[in-house]
């Protein structure tokens, strides 16, 4: 059994720039921040690491972060920067019963995560969960559609913080 | 058929063959709600299954978002309709820990045994309704017959029977009713035989075996690779029980067993086994029962409830085993009074992503002895 310490170190030593810091948050939830595009490249590593073996996906979950920052341009108007997307990873090992958590974080604008479906087959339906309720856009995942709105829905991702009902849907007043 | 064949009939008379396109549902009998399957066919045989959900969204978690703490308790009854009780008892859990607060034991106990009764009540409608998809119909009356009772020990108990917004952050809306200790006791001396009964009348029953042994094999590797859990992974042969292996609540102070798919009628891992191990778990949930309805210690349920629920900022996943298998909250406080964000991972949506796995290569009618073995709930699988 590993405590995040230990995981961290292991994965510094490993991958050194992608892999960046170890943060604690309340109540005593550890997680590791990566590099949104070698996420991946990590993943499969802890999977299949034999001190590590992090063989289950508890979670997978996106989050507007809305953390950006209103900004006055020349012009007058005024628009947000810095604002992240990120996607937080829970894995578990069921052979040495250690967890831990993973976070990356995309700028809203270009928000690329590298997909981690191929490596945990349960991720597949999680990262079109985020990608169609968040708009996180997850690299070379195998069948990335939207999954819970319906395919035609061209008005955005409902768990955005700045998320706007559209007026009408096929015909329908969606606000009631 | 080979593609070396399917290339010879194109050249020989400029046939061409291809997959036929099926769709199961939305609206079908066995599909337990609003689902739709596009199936693939190569005559009888199941080529790939694209399952299409979201017929039920209502962004449970967008709600959330909208909503005090204890105001998204009856949002989580509305998810899976069928196990209530533990959908709140799993928030609330999520909650208190983000919280660090610990609720008084008598709590914990009433929540045990509420828990553990919906396990039986959900379970035996799992078990009826998928004897009814069979062609069974006789078995499902009797599951519901006792379903019954666990609903009448519920009203009495929060006044609902279906959605009981009965389990709070920090305690209880209510305490329990001074006959419930012996309504239960009766419930489980009634209700003992009547598994016995159960597997005379269905788990060994000639026709119900033909159709659900050696079907829908799921292999253990395979199930952990898909997330799977619950009575899905145990049936796989995998000892994995979050009630025991990464404990909550007073579950580590009860005696209980585990029970695993053992391939008895085929292999380990088939829709029998899947069946076979919710008959084994209502056994247990009811010694569960036994020992926790006799050490429920005197105290005040409501004392705890906090009156203004304002976390730091902070996160946490927290997960139970829910009758279908591991639910999981993940709820992120910027130290307001909402939620941040509140994601669940629910067993049902999980395990409706295996669909594809677990029916390639099988008949068409081996469809619905699958969907019905993994036992989903479309209200949370859409949310």
């Not at chain 1, 292991?10 to 960046?20: A, G, N, R, Y």
């Not at chain 1, 990566?34 to 590590?52: S, T």
């Not at chain 2, 009981?164 to 200790?181: C, R």
């Not at chain 2, 997960?319 to 298998?325: K, S, Y």
């Amino acid at each position: 059994m590993k405590t995040a310490q230990d995981i961290f170190s292991i994965l510094k030593e490993k991958f050194e720039d992608s892999v960046q810091e170890l943060v604690s948050v309340l109540p005593v939830e550890h997680f590791i921040t990566i590099n949104p595009l070698a996420i991946d490249k990590v993943c499969l590593f802890l999977r299949d690491n034999d001190e590590l073996l992090f063989d289950n996906l508890m979670n997978l979950s996106g989050v507007d972060d809305a953390n950006g920052r209103t900004v006055n341009t020349e012009d007058g108007a005024s628009k947000i920067e810095g604002a992240t997307l990120s996607v937080y990873y829970h894995l578990e090992s069921t052979s040495f019963r250690h967890k831990v958590a993973l976070k990356v974080s995309a700028p809203i604008d270009n928000p690329d995560v590298a997909s981690v479906a191929l490596i945990w087959r349960h991720a597949d339906w999680h990262e079109r969960e985020a990608y169609d309720l968040i708009g996180i856009n997850f690299l070379n995942h195998p069948d990335l559609r939207r999954i819970l709105m319906p395919y035609d829905w061209e008005f955005g991702h409902p768990l955005r913080k700045d998320y706007k009902d559209p007026e009408y849907y096929q015909g329908m007043k969606v606000p009631y | 058929m080979s593609v070396e064949i399917e290339e010879k009939i194109v050249a020989t008379n400029g046939l061409k063959t291809e997959y036929m396109v099926l769709n199961m549902g939305p609206q079908h009998p066995s599909t337990h709600g609003v689902l739709r399957l596009e199936l693939e066919l190569e005559g009888e045989i199941i080529k790939k299954v694209i399952p299409h959900i979201g017929y039920l969204h209502r962004c449970f978690e967008k709600h959330a978002e909208a909503m005090s703490y204890p105001q998204v308790v009856p949002y989580t009854d509305r998810m899976d309709y069928l196990a209530s009780m533990y959908n709140e008892f799993g928030y609330a859990v999520a909650v208190e820990k983000l919280l660090g607060i610990q609720v008084p034991e008598r709590v914990d106990y009433i929540r045990v045994v509420m828990g553990e009764l919906q396990r039986i009540a959900s379970h035996l409608v799992a078990l009826g309704t998928y004897g009814m998809d069979i062609g069974a119909f006789t078995p499902f009356l009797y599951c519901f017959r006792d379903r019954e009772k666990i609903l009448n020990l519920f009203e009495i108990t929060c006044g609902a029977r279906l959605l009981y917004n009965y389990i709070w952050v920090g305690g209880l809306s209510h305490d329990i009713h001074p006959d419930f200790v012996r309504l239960t006791k009766e419930f489980i001396t009634y209700f003992r035989p009547n598994i016995k009964e159960l597997n005379d009348l269905l788990t060994n029953n000639k026709i119900f075996i033909d159709r659900t042994a050696n079907v829908g094999i799921l292999p253990k590797d395979t199930a952990i690779n898909f997330g799977i859990s619950g009575p899905n992974l145990r049936a796989s042969g995998f000892k994995w029980d979050l009630r025991k292996d990464d404990t909550y609540s007073v579950y580590n102070k009860f005696d209980f067993d585990i029970p695993i798919g053992e391939g008895l009628m085929g292999t380990v891992g088939d829709c029998w086994d899947r069946y076979y191990v919710r008959i084994l778990e209502m056994e247990q949930s009811l010694r569960i029962i036994e020992q926790a309805i006799d050490q429920i210690p005197e105290g005040d349920v409501a004392l705890g409830i906090p009156k203004r629920i304002k976390p730091p900022v902070g996160q946490v996943y927290s997960r139970v085993e829910n009758p279908r298998g591991e639910l999981g909250y993940f709820i992120m406080s910027n130290g307001s009074t909402n939620p941040f964000r509140v994601k669940v991972k629910g067993p049902s949506f999980v395990h409706l992503g295996v669909m594809n796995e677990l029916c390639k290569g099988y008949m068409v009618a081996d469809i619905i002895a699958i969907l019905g073995s993994i036992d989903i709930v479309l209200g949370e699988v859409d949310r």
